[in-house]
């Protein structure tokens, strides 16, 4: 029952965000499960949205580049 991990607009896990040094985070937001589920089909335990600075080259968990340019999550968001 954990909550949906999106980093810089892609849908991330846990291990991804816990490999993340705070001092790159610009902003983070955590969506509550109603809010979350208006906008996220499968956001029944709420969203935690997490948006890297620019000038951050990271990789994930799995050695994957974190980009940070915003593409929203289509096939996660509904349409409304």
């Known amino acids: 029952n ?3 991990v999106i980093i810089n607009g892609k849908v991330s896990d ?3 965000l816990n ?3 705070p001092k790159t ?3 983070m937001e955590i969506l509550k499960p109603k809010k979350a589920q208006e ?3 499968n956001a029944k ?3 935690i949205v997490v948006t890297l600075k620019n ?4 990789k994930n968990a799995d ?3 974190l980009d940070n340019k915003w593409e929203y999550v289509l096939p996660f968001a509904k349409c409304i």
Do not use: M
């Not at 000038?55 to 990271?58: N, Y």
């Open 2 to 4: 954990l909550p949906l």
């Open 25 to 27: 985070i610009e902003k």
């Open 55 to 58: 000038t951050v080259d990271q």
């Open 45 to 47: 335990n709420g969203v």
């Open 19 to 21: 490999s993340i040094d």
């Open 14 to 16: 846990f291990k991804t």
């Open 63 to 65: 050695g994957n580049s």
């Open 39 to 41: 906008l996220f089909d």
